[in-house]
């Protein structure tokens, strides 16, 4: 078992992110998940990804805010609590359009590694 503590994570750069401040809970390291990756993510008011696709799957946990969230040109509003799937390959856009941080979990498979 290994526990991180919130203020040991360490930040990234997330592709085509505006206001967003992600850190990663866990992946991408000697421990920890070996199929999956965990982020937390921030966004300012305003602020968003997309519109693109990933061939990987994701699953956004809100744990704050509202996030508006588009995939393949249908919207839907997440709230505290909802959890969201959206498959590979499929274009996504995700804003906050309120006056709140959103704060969100991000689970992701790890990218196929190249030979």
């Known amino acids: ?3 991180k503590k919130l203020k040991d994570a360490k930040a990234y750069e997330a592709p085509n992110h505006q206001k967003c401040h992600s850190v990663r809970l866990a992946g991408f390291e000697d421990y920890g998940p070996e199929n999956f990756w965990v982020g937390h993510s921030q966004f300012l008011p305003g602020g ?8 990987l799957e994701k699953v956004y946990v809100i744990t704050q805010g ?8 249908e919207e839907k509003l997440a709230n505290p609590g909802d959890t969201v799937f959206i498959p590979g390959g499929k274009e996504r856009e995700i804003r906050n359009e309120t006056n709140e941080t ?8 790890y990218p196929p590694k190249s030979s």
């Open 66 to 73: 509202s996030l508006s969230i588009r995939v393949d040109g």
């Open 48 to 55: 968003g990804a997309g519109p693109d696709a990933s061939p």
């Open 102 to 109: 959103v704060i969100m979990t991000v689970i992701m498979p």
């Open 1 to 3: 078992m290994y526990v």
